[in-house]
């Protein structure tokens, strides 16, 4: 496993979405996320899996069943009941416009009082080969912090609203419950102070304004 801890850049999500206004309320409906989160109207033909999950990483299993419980209220789907696993406690569900979450927490039981708050927003870009676009990246100015071979890789994001991953696609594809196949567009835009560009993997990056 490789770790540098240097610092990198910010990067923000906004979902494209048919209706921004109405997805926003939904959102605040179902995770309270605020501003972490940006929305974008588009058309844009997309079908199937669309190539990557959002994560709301949280402390303990009851503030994971909290939120599964206002996103289902909100209109999302569950994917994968929330259980114990090898690595947690967690819980995958779909959102009515078709973003894949995944809300999560490394401890099996809780361990303090309740609490709804979310540590970290991570974006898991499923990609066709992990070394290739980790390298790209760096290439513009990311940072790695973890790199697990071809398996996975982490960017160093220091107070940016998220974490940026990356997973083998198929692997991303069974993480979230879903069938591996899909085309189109992402209905994903990740704006940074790398530039504008599109990715070896379709996704595209816009340059901070």
């Keep these: 496993m490789e770790i540098n801890t240097k610092n990198s850049t910010d990067i923000n999500i906004h979902l494209e979405v048919t209706d921004p206004e109405a997805s926003a309320a939904i959102y605040e409906t179902a995770f309270g996320l605020g501003e972490r989160l940006g929305f974008r109207a588009s058309q844009a033909p997309s079908t199937g899996f669309r190539g990557f999950i959002l994560s709301l990483v949280v402390s303990q299993p009851s503030t994971v069943d909290s939120l599964v419980g206002t996103a289902v209220e909100a209109g999302f789907a569950i994917l994968k009941p929330a259980k114990k696993s090898l690595w947690g406690y967690s819980a995958v569900v779909q959102a009515p416009e078709g973003t894949i979450w995944k809300i999560a927490t490394s401890k099996k039981k809780d361990e303090g009082p309740f609490t709804r708050e979310i540590e970290d927003l991570v974006l898991l870009q499923g990609v066709a080969d992990v070394k290739a676009s980790k390298a790209f990246l760096v290439e513009r100015g990311m940072t790695v912090s973890k790199s697990f071979g071809g398996k996975y890789a982490e960017f160093s994001n220091p107070g940016s609203p998220v974490t940026l991953a990356l997973y083998p696609r198929k692997a991303a594809a069974k993480e979230a419950g879903v069938a ?19 990715d070896p993997d379709g996704y595209v990056w816009e340059a901070s304004a």
């Design 180 to 198: 591996l196949e899909g085309s189109g567009s992402h209905r994903l835009v990740l704006d940074s102070s790398l530039g504008s560009f599109t």
